[in-house]
């Protein structure tokens, strides 16, 4: 379904029926990344799966998307269908955006999982590597894709799902350069929100990769062990809904079940 936000048309999904789960992807993915989880959970909860700003089916708002703005995107939505509050799931730039959205709307928020993610901020090294990124994407979007998408994965699994792989790839290749860039240029100015992690009086719990190539596992696991959250492991990389599939599906009904 289309909802029309400030001109520009936002793609969203609703099924099934019970407390509402909000499903939000991350950088170069989609909302159609959650299929397989949405298939195992919207026979007992209303599922809402959305394509964030510059993603997707969803139109990009300029060359700046910040995690606020696709927050405000997401809240849209829900008030197009009339929800007030929600469990809120999101995947490395969905975690961020559902990060922002626990700031700016606390009331919103029943539950909070990140998914190989981090409420932490870009350090500078990383700032540059986006810098980097945006050059590369200006130059030829197509190549910085295809390096993109396998570099999610744990080197260990990149054979076993070449499929998934070229899946998210084709996905991915439709996206406009407006919308790589704008999601970059946001994530790298994004806010330290690990004192509104650490607040949070709703059901919180990060799901981490221990051979995540994107986030530095043992730094993060250190760093979060102040934040009074649940942290759940698993073996792979970055996208544990493909590399962890039982078992994400497993801690996930878990999460939503409180």
Known sequence: MILEYKNSPIFYTDVGRGKAVVLLHGFLENSSMWQDLVAEIKNSHRIITIDLLGHGKTGCLGYLHTME??????????DHLKIKNSFFI????????????AELYPERVYGLCLMNSTPFPDSLDRQMNRDRAIKVVKQNSKNFIRMSISNLFSPDNR????EEIEYIRLEAMDMPVQGIVAALEGMKIRKDRSQVLKAMEAHKMIILGQKDPVLEFDDLKLQLAELELDIVEFRGGHMSHIENKCEFTYFIKRFIEN
């Open 69 to 78: 703005m696709m927050a405000d995107a997401v809240v849209s939505v829900l």
């Open 90 to 101: 999101g995947h490395s730039m969905g975690g961020y955006v559902s990060l922002a959205l």
């Open 159 to 162: 054979e076993q799902f070449v």
